[in-house]
């Protein structure tokens, strides 16, 4: 086999292999909107994890919904003050954390794409329900960890469950301290 020849099928591979490697990196990029059925799962996965928060996170619809609220273009699930509030202020502890973050994201997800509210950032008020069902669902989420684990209940997270009882969690949410400017 000649050199040239050696050469050419080199080339001709590269080509390929490169053409293969834009076209996967074009599809990722190329991603629609936000299919009804995929609004359909993101709603039933917030219902199941309400029930079952550490075994929704786990599973593959958690993975999934995780993945598709980081890709998904037409919607933006950023944190909120009460994330803030239960994951780095403190209100939960131990292991709590992580299901916690996830219960809030699948419960803000769920509220934003029943209501259509694509980016809350750019409404106070919708930002303010934004967070009040982030925060109403991290606390269905605590209760059932709590109910298991006693050893993970946090004074801060029965707080607003009392607050949530009482019907004031709109107030208490309210007056959470702001987010840190990023």
């Given amino acids: 086999m000649s050199i040239h020849r050696i050469l050419r099928t080199l080339h001709t591979f590269g080509a390929a292999a490169l053409l293969?490697?834009?076209?996967?990196?074009?599809a990722g990029a190329a991603r629609g909107?936000?299919?009804?059925?995929?609004?359909?799962?993101?709603?039933?996965?917030a219902a199941?994890?309400?029930?079952?928060?550490?075994?929704?996170?786990?599973?593959?619809?958690?993975r999934w919904l995780e993945k598709w609220a980081e890709d998904v273009p037409d919607y933006n699930f950023g944190p909120d003050k009460g994330a803030y509030w239960a994951v780095i202020g403190g209100?939960?502890?131990?292991?709590?954390?992580?299901?916690?973050?996830?219960?809030?994201t699948v419960s803000t997800a769920a509220w934003q794409v029943q209501h259509q509210i694509h980016d809350?950032?750019?409404?106070?008020?919708?930002?303010?329900?934004?967070?009040?069902?982030?925060?109403?669902g991290?606390?269905?989420?605590?209760?059932?960890?709590?109910?298991?684990?006693p050893e993970n209940r946090s004074p801060q997270m029965d707080?607003?469950?009392?607050?949530?009882?009482?019907?004031?969690l709109p107030a208490f949410v309210k007056a959470l301290p702001p987010?840190?400017?990023r």
């Fill in 20 to 26: 293969a490697v834009v076209m996967t990196t074009s």
């Fill in 33 to 45: 909107p936000a299919t009804a059925e995929e609004i359909a799962r993101v709603v039933q996965i």
């Fill in 48 to 62: 199941a994890a309400d029930k079952d928060p550490l075994g929704t996170m786990t599973s593959a619809d958690g």
């Fill in 91 to 104: 209100a939960a502890k131990g292991d709590l954390k992580r299901v916690v973050r996830f219960q809030h």
């Fill in 120 to 136: 809350p950032q750019k409404n106070e008020a919708d930002m303010e329900a934004k967070t009040l069902a982030g925060v109403e």
């Fill in 138 to 149: 991290l606390l269905r989420a605590y209760e059932v960890l709590a109910a298991q684990r």
């Fill in 159 to 168: 707080e607003a469950l009392a607050q949530r009882n009482a019907g004031t």
């Fill in 179 to 181: 987010m840190p400017p």
